[in-house]
């Protein structure tokens, strides 16, 4: 069961401009959302997080927001940086942070 | 460099052999997870420790798997009777929990396993 969804496998932009990365779920129960970061050969790396009670969370050029009715969650990135190239994963969970639900992924690459 | 720590990094095995994974968590951190990545798909969650307890198992886990937290400290994950879809990634990730909130879970660099 797919209860978190990121539907774009991949996404390439250019060097300065924005990089928005999509994540939907399905599950009313996830409360705290949060986004990785993955290279090659590397575990995921936590990037930023946000709890269902806000609808937006900013660590300098990373933010989150977060659409309860639309059980929809995006990862802006501005500016983008050619470092910022990875796999991200956008992940979910309920009840405490048990059992948290990744979706597939999305592959940024930021060309110079 | 105090972050979660997985050995070995790769394992190749023959099908029905065992291997047996370790990881090493924060040393603050009481709850433990494992996890298992497949190519394209994200990691899925296998189980997990509240210091020594094992408190969740998902149904992925079969009887082959088994995973211990004897002393609350480090894990081990067992894997018996290899089956060539167990090729996988394990990754072990690493939180703490107060009360009723629990920090973000953190990753080490897994384990990557490949039965023959």
């Known amino acids: 069961d797919q209860q978190v969804k990121q539907n774009s496998p991949s996404l390439s932009v250019q060097e300065g401009r924005i990089s928005i990365l999509n994540c939907d779920y399905t599950n009313s129960m996830f409360d705290y959302f949060l986004w990785y970061k993955k290279y090659p050969a590397e575990g995921p790396t936590f990037l930023i997080s946000?709890?269902?009670?806000?609808d937006k969370n900013e660590d300098g050029r990373f933010t989150v927001f977060l659409n309860k009715s639309a059980k929809h969650l995006s990862l802006h990135i501005v500016p983008s940086q050619p470092g910022d190239s990875a796999v991200y994963f956008c992940a979910a969970s309920a009840d405490n942070n048990n059992d948290m639900r990744f979706g597939a992924g999305t592959r940024l690459t930021v060309k110079p | 460099d105090t972050g979660v720590s997985q050995n070995p990094r790769h394992k190749i095995t023959k099908r029905g052999q065992n291997v047996t994974f370790r990881c090493d968590p924060i040393s603050e951190h009481n709850r433990l997870y494992w996890y298992r990545q497949t190519l394209g798909q994200g990691p899925e969650f296998l189980t997990y420790f509240q210091n020594e307890a094992q408190l969740e198992k998902s149904r992925l886990l079969s009887d082959r798997f088994s995973a211990e937290r004897p002393k609350g400290s480090f894990s081990t994950l067992e894997i018996q009777r290899t089956e060539q879809g167990d090729s996988a990634m394990y990754l072990c990730?690493?939180?703490?929990?107060?009360?009723?909130?629990?920090?973000?879970?953190?990753f080490g660099p897994g384990t990557r396993l490949t039965v023959l």
């Open positions: 946000i709890s269902s009670i806000k």
């Open positions: 990730a690493s939180s703490r929990t107060s009360g009723w909130s629990t920090d973000t879970q953190y």
